[in-house]
């Protein structure tokens, strides 16, 4: 988890505290929206994803609109409720999966991916 929150704060430009509440925001997502199996599968092959699903459910957030807002749009709206742009949870999304294809593999990854409605024209 280490490498991956490097990586998203060099590349995005996004302190380290903030890029781990991202991606454990965008972990505990894929969680809750996608299949079990790939989805476990998924977090499992990233060291300390767990750890970060669980921080991000035990702390919540976005308050009262996100919890109403499904998918990716309440994803979105927690992301921004953080202080996060449009352009920096592009960039965490993409770094989070991208590292996720690099643990896990491609195929199950995609395939997480192409099972929530929306989200492959955010990753």
Known sequence: MDELIA????????????????????????????PADKVSALIDAIPG???????????????????????????GSQLMGMGLGMSEISGVS????GYAREKAGAGPVDDVVNSIPGLGQFV
Not at 10 to 29: H, M, R, Y
Not at 94 to 97: A, C, D, E, V
């Open 7 to 34: 990586r998203i704060s060099s590349n995005v430009g996004i302190d380290p505290a903030t890029a781990t509440k991202a991606v454990g925001l965008i972990l505990a997502f894929l969680e809750k929206e996608g």
């Open 49 to 75: 994803a767990r750890e970060a699903v669980a921080a991000a459910q035990a702390e919540g957030g976005g308050g009262f609109l996100s919890s109403m807002m499904g998918g990716v749009m309440g994803l």
């Open 94 to 97: 993409k770094q989070t999966i």
